[in-house]
């Protein structure tokens, strides 16, 4: 059951192959060299599931994608007072590297642009440059649940034509807001950016995220949630760049892109997202890697400002009602995420029913994408002999005029719904 959401990640992929508007970054030489039609698109659920399609094990440089996980790791290692202190959290209106500081507090306005990037990494603790760099590598790896590794060639190509990045250092240091030598900042800096990381890399690095610094995959906590807090409200504001104000406005999901073409989304409590796509827009971001955050968006209910009163169980209850039959109580205003792990765990629990029956009898509401996989269930069911069906006495799930839209068998109460389950197994 679990290829519903399968298909729904392919279709959204293959919507836009044919886009390939943009160019790659070539002001890093070694990132014009990639191929531009790379494409891999990976969903992480909250406890560690991943969903790919396309080129999700293809590495590439995380590039900015660095910033809001060097900032959380500032964050967790001096702590919040301590870095306001030296880079403020507000919108820049500015291309993300600007030679430019706040005017009156001489400050980088945000963690997410260069000058920002740049004096986060001078904050993170370490008595020697290879130090500060562990630091951040563990931090990064434990992210996303793997050892990464860096890119020399990236590195070396950051590095020797990484004058504008130099410019900002110096600028940040004449007015005493960076700590360290520039130079010995700046080789971190280029060797974080320079990390390979894969679209699944991304989403489980944006699921920890969506945890509150809970790897789902490793169960290891990597930071806490009051840290979490406070890179996902700058991610939201600032992740994006110029273009933050329209992504929060139709995407809505906290997000931070890189020139290497990857994005990584989080909606908190739910999922991560990581996309690759290298082809950027002029303002930095990946064309495609926008189009498909926008499009899951919208067809899954991904929004971060949806109202809904999903509760932090969908799954109210499950229990065997008789021999072979299984009842799942769903619950709260179902959307993408609350489906998904409704369909997932039914999947799992297979072998222990021969019958199984969704009660939507305390179902609020429910978006199209999660009643087109629960009403589906039952699809997915018949392909191992099984059978499913539904509880739905208010029509929330599939309302009566509709019906003949959705392969459901539908009943008013469990009792009538074990009662057919029942007759099914002894006829």
Not at 193 to 203: P, Y
Request: aromatic share 6%; glycine share 10%.
């Amino acid at each position: 059951m679990a290829d519903l959401v399968q298909r729904y990640l392919d279709q959204i992929r293959a919507e836009h192959v044919a886009l390939r508007e943009g160019a790659l970054a070539d002001y890093i030489p070694e990132l014009a060299t990639v191929d531009p039609d790379g494409f891999g698109v990976t969903l992480s659920s909250s406890d560690g599931f991943v969903y790919e399609s396309g080129d999700t094990a293809v590495e590439f440089t995380i590039q900015s994608i660095s910033k809001p996980f060097t900032y959380a790791l500032a964050l967790d290692q001096i702590g919040e007072r301590a870095v306001d202190a030296r880079i403020g959290v507000e919108p820049s209106g500015e291309a993300f590297n600007e030679i430019s500081v706040d005017k009156t507090t001489k400050t980088p306005k945000n963690p997410m642009i260069n000058a920002g990037a740049i004096a986060a990494v001078s904050l993170v603790p370490g008595a020697t440059p290879d130090e500060r760099f562990n630091r951040i590598h563990e931090f990064y790896s434990a992210c996303a649940g793997r050892r990464l590794d860096v890119d020399l060639d990236v590195y070396a190509s950051e590095k020797a034509t990484g004058n504008r990045n130099r410019a900002i250092a110096y600028m940040l240091t004449s007015f005493g807001a960076l700590q360290g030598d520039p130079d010995e900042v700046l080789d971190v800096y280029f060797r974080q950016c320079s990390i390979k990381v894969t679209s699944t890399d991304l989403a489980r690095m944006a699921a920890t995220l969506a945890r509150g610094g809970l790897n789902p995959l490793t169960g290891r906590r990597v930071t806490d949630g009051q840290v979490v807090r406070r890179t996902l409200s700058v991610m939201v504001t600032c992740g994006m760049y110029d273009a933050a104000g329209d992504w929060v406005s139709a995407v809505g999901m906290p997000a931070k892109s890189g020139v290497g073409g990857g994005i990584a989304a989080v909606l908190p409590g739910q999922l991560g997202i990581g996309v690759y796509s290298p082809r950027l827009d002029a303002k930095g971001n990946s064309v495609r890697g926008v189009a498909v955050c926008r499009s899951l968006s919208t067809r899954l209910g991904l929004h971060f400002l949806t109202v809904s009163r999903e509760t932090s169980a969908t799954l109210r209850a499950v229990y065997d009602a008789g021999p072979r039959i299984r009842v799942y109580e769903i619950q709260g205003d179902l959307l993408f995420a609350g489906a998904e792990q409704v369909l997932r765990t039914a999947a799992r629990e297979s072998a222990g029913f021969d019958v199984a029956i969704l009660d939507g009898t305390r179902v609020d509401d429910i978006n199209d994408t999660a009643r087109d996989m629960l009403t589906g269930m039952r699809a997915g069911l018949a392909e191992d002999g099984k059978e499913g069906y539904l509880v739905d006495p208010d029509g929330r799930v599939v309302p009566a005029e509709r019906r003949g839209d959705y392969d459901a068998v539908v009943f008013r109460t469990v009792d009538d719904a074990v009662a057919a389950a029942r007759q099914l197994l002894s006829d």
